[in-house]
């Protein structure tokens, strides 16, 4: 299985697919680097009167709601329209899913135009299936990723989008199997916006990789291996950041396959 995804991590950088965001605030120079480090050619532009024109000249659509109000959303919904309109692969990433209802509301339009991927921490993932008995701390999950896999089923199930749970190991949720990726490090979780970059990868996997399951995968792993690998390298959080973006540009398959922990129960 290494050995295939690492050829689509090859697809990606062969291909350089071209990838629209609309996104947070925070995270926008972080996305846009990650993606040019994996071969991508990043979009980053919500302006209503051209929303629609850059859907239909990506080859994929990436959301994230961390930052929201009213005209951004206008925006996420425009072209989240237009992307399910002209049947192009697009991801959305529901930041503090039920941290408001406001950010629930948007959640649930945006659901309405069936994402391809949905990715989010544990507790993002149990509040989109409405199991909001958990508490959400702001953008921070408050369980295990192992312990949304019943709700990840139920979204899964009730969209059709391919689920990836982020956490200490993060899970992938499709229609034939469930994957198991052990990779990353604890010091990942001391640099914003991380998370919101996997996603953005994803987006450029989804943009050219027929097998969706196998490009959330491919995405997945390059990017956990990426920040485990750059952590060892690292001094702290700052240092971290910088290596992770030389790692996600420089890494060589035999580390690919020597560093994964991947497993399936397909």
Not at 83 to 88: I, S, T
Request: proline share 3%; with cysteine; aromatic share 6%.
């Amino acid at each position: 299985m290494a050995k295939n995804l690492w050829k689509h991590i090859q697809k990606v950088r062969q291909t350089s697919p071209l990838v629209h965001n609309i996104t947070n605030f925070v995270v926008m120079n972080n996305s846009a680097n990650a993606l040019l480090a994996v071969g991508a050619s990043p979009i980053m532009s919500h302006a209503h009167s051209e929303v629609e024109d850059m859907v239909n000249i990506c080859q994929s659509l990436v959301i994230n709601i961390g930052t929201l109000d009213e005209y951004f959303v206008k925006s996420m919904i425009l072209a989240a329209q237009k992307a399910n309109e002209l049947n192009k692969p697009w991801v959305l990433d529901p930041v503090g899913a039920g941290a408001s209802p406001y950010r629930n509301e948007v959640l649930m339009q945006l659901l309405a135009y069936s994402p391809t991927v949905i990715r989010g921490n544990a507790s993002e993932i149990m509040a989109l299936a409405q199991a909001d008995r958990v508490s959400t701390k702001g953008v921070d999950s408050t369980a295990k990723s192992d312990e949304a896999i019943h709700a990840a089923e139920y979204v899964h199930q009730k969209y059709g989008s391919i689920i990836c749970i982020s956490g200490e190991t993060d899970i992938i949720v499709g229609n034939s199997r469930q994957t198991f990726i052990s990779n990353g490090d604890g010091l990942m979780t001391k640099v914003t916006g991380l998370g919101c970059s996997a996603t953005a990868v994803i987006g450029a996997f989804i943009a050219v990789i027929e097998n969706r399951e196998e490009a959330v995968c491919a995405a997945t792993a390059l990017f956990s291996i990426s920040g485990e690998l750059a952590a060892h390298q690292s001094k702290g959080p700052g240092t971290l950041q910088a290596n992770l973006l030389d790692k996600l540009y420089h890494l060589t398959e035999d580390e690919f396959v020597a560093v994964l922990k991947i497993r399936n129960n397909g």
